[in-house]
């Protein structure tokens, strides 16, 4: 395919198999993220790649706990409404299960942070989709970045003193038939363009 068509043919994938993904191809996801572009090329952004399928877990149990101690609010994000009810449910596994969780962080204080991370994680999607692999952007770490409880666990993963959680990416073998990942575009219904 060309660039165009690996852009469009790119979708989440939110239920993997049980599988590890192969070392060489992890490591070129996560390659394809650290050559992201970066403000004033400042490369501060950190990938912590987690994999240990007890630490998934774990971090999948403090997620849920700190969303179902959450209350809804008149105006707040529909995703974030959606993982708070989940979780009171007990029913919630923000990562969907996959056997990789690529977290990406920056320097709370640096202006690029959010950008960075996100070229970044846009990259990574890419590619895992050229290697036949699915991703998902994960937001619920970012929602939960000040919680003091995900921070304290996430400084023991490796998160340094002054970075913050900007997105994920959950990456793995997507559990479809074929084993694919799903490739058919959706329809823009938006994302207008004005040409000056």
């Not at 994000?77 to 959606?82: K, P, T």
């Not at 913050?164 to 938006?190: E, I």
Request: net charge negative.
């Amino acid at each position: 395919m060309d660039m165009l068509e690996w852009i469009k043919s790119r979708r989440s994938t939110r239920k993997f198999k049980d599988m590890p993904v192969e070392k060489e191809l992890l490591e070129q996801v996560i390659e394809a993220g650290r050559f992201a572009p970066s403000g004033g090329n400042n490369q501060t952004t950190h990938f912590l790649v987690i994999q240990d399928k007890e630490v998934l877990d774990d971090l999948a149990g403090l997620v849920k706990q700190e969303f179902a101690a959450m209350e809804e609010t008149p105006g707040l994000y529909q995703s974030l409404v959606n993982s708070i009810r989940l979780s009171k449910t007990g029913n919630y596994i923000f990562h969907y299960n996959a056997p990789v969780l690529i977290v990406v962080a920056n320097q709370k204080d640096y202006g690029n942070n959010i950008a960075d991370c996100s070229c970044a994680l846009e990259n990574m999607m890419l590619m895992a989709n050229a290697h036949d692999l699915g991703s998902c952007w994960i937001n619920q770490l970012k929602w939960l970045n000040e919680n003091p409880v995900l921070l304290k666990y996430m400084r023991e993963l490796g998160l340094h003193g002054e970075e913050r959680v900007y997105g994920a990416l959950a990456l793995g073998y997507p559990d479809t038939k074929d084993g694919l990942p799903q490739r058919n575009p959706l329809a823009r219904v938006g994302n207008e363009v004005t040409y000056i």
